[in-house]
């Protein structure tokens, strides 16, 4: 079997390998022993549950402890992501993201919290911070402050949490560089590899923010063939 693997950014290196029905991890284990132990990528949990190994095969962000590698696959860093080196990326953004925007319980309310509560924000707890969400969102490409999927979909988990006060506070953090530059194009959905829909979060967002009377500002500046929001003609 024959898998190209991109180095350092620039070139695809070509490696062959005898080994049928692997997952992509133990390929790149199988490579760093036997043919190039400089050859450098991400790992930690090996069951799909710490979210280090993400990576891209022919260009869809996967984990690479439980993708089973086919001949001819080609293997790159995620996108959008500053490289270390090889298949390492640098996730300090997601964390940054994180912290800007409190996603956290922030000011906690003394409450009791049922199932049906719970099932409110139980999927987005889920979350392995593999940050493939930000590979594949096409509006962080070209915005490094765009807060994000993952940060936005950490941030509704604590909106849609009872035990949390201050809910307005949440809300004002998102408003820039947040829920209203969203395409809502879904591609974050696509590739969570944990189910989750940040797309779906935002658009939660969106309308708890209208809730709060907050609106997309780019709602003044659109054209609604001749009829003005603001009150002209
Ligand atoms: S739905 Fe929004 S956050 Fe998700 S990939 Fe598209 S632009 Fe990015
Ligand atoms: S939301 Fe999904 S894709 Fe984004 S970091 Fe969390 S698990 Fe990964």
């Not at 490094?144 to 979909?153: Q, S, V």
């Not at 809502?184 to 967002?205: N, R, V, Y």
């Amino acid at each position: 079997m024959i898998i190209k693997i991109r180095r350092d950014s620039e070139t695809l290196e070509e490696f062959e390998v005898l080994l049928e029905d692997n997952t992509l991890l133990e390929v790149l284990e199988h490579i760093k022993s036997t043919k190039d132990a400089t050859l450098s990528y991400d790992h930690s949990c090996r069951s799909g549950v710490c979210g280090s190994c993400a990576v891209r095969v022919n260009s869809k962000e996967e984990l690479a402890c439980e993708y089973k590698l086919k001949d001819g696959d080609i293997v790159e860093p995620l996108k959008n992501i500053k490289i270390i080196r090889d298949l390492v990326v640098d996730n300090d953004d997601a964390q940054r993201f994180n912290q800007k925007s409190n996603a956290w319980l922030e000011s906690y309310i003394k409450t009791d919290v049922s199932k049906e509560d719970e099932k409110q924000n139980e999927l987005q707890s889920d979350c392995i911070l593999c940050t493939s969400c930000y590979s594949a969102c096409p509006v962080y490409e070209v915005n490094k402050e765009f807060l994000g999927p993952f940060a936005l979909t950490r941030v509704w988990k604590y909106v849609a949490d009872k035990r949390e006060d201050d809910i307005k506070q949440k809300i004002e953090l998102i408003q820039n560089n947040g829920i209203w530059d969203c395409t809502l194009c879904g591609e974050c959905t696509i590739a969570c590899p944990q189910g989750i829909s940040p797309k779906d979060d935002i658009m939660m967002l969106r309308s708890k923010s209208g809730v709060k009377g907050y609106m997309d500002p780019n709602f003044s500046t659109m054209s609604f063939g001749g009829f003005d929001p603001n009150g002209g003609f």
